[in-house]
């Protein structure tokens, strides 16, 4: 079993930046493939960045290449989302997820074993 527990959202200007966590327990944190997803109210959860086992490999949405950035301490066990320029499309909750299988970041909410309870962030325009 895995527990996930995301931290860091909040409410900033457009423009502005945030910075999740995701701390994790539970199996080694090291054979996880983590990501964030991201959903509003009468939408499907989306992908926004996964990252592999030991962060060689990371894979994005296109909406927030360029913008965000995710990576992890597995020392720490632990996964972050730096968010830059944000726009109020960005609002939305933001999930972290776990994948205990072999594969590189995968983008579907299916290929996700374990999830977070989500953490608010708003942008204001």
């Known amino acids: 079993q895995v527990q996930l527990v995301e931290s860091g959202g909040g409410l900033v200007q457009a423009g502005g930046s945030l910075r999740l966590s995701c701390a994790a327990s539970g199996r080694i944190f090291i054979s996880y493939v983590m990501a964030w997803f991201r959903q509003v109210p009468g939408k499907e959860r989306e992908f926004v960045a996964g990252?592999?086992?030991?962060?060689?490999?990371?894979d994005y949405a296109d909406s927030v290449k360029g913008r965000f950035t995710i990576s992890r301490d597995n020392a720490k066990r632990t996964v972050y989302l730096e968010m830059n320029s944000l726009k109020p499309e960005d609002t939305a909750v933001y999930y972290c997820?776990?994948?205990?299988?072999?594969?590189?970041?995968?983008?579907?909410?299916?290929?996700?074993?374990?999830w977070g309870q989500g953490t608010q962030v708003t942008v204001s325009a």
């Open positions: 997820a776990a994948d205990i299988g072999p594969r590189s970041p995968a983008t579907g909410q299916a290929d996700y074993d374990y």
């Open positions: 990252i592999s086992k030991i962060g060689g490999s990371t």
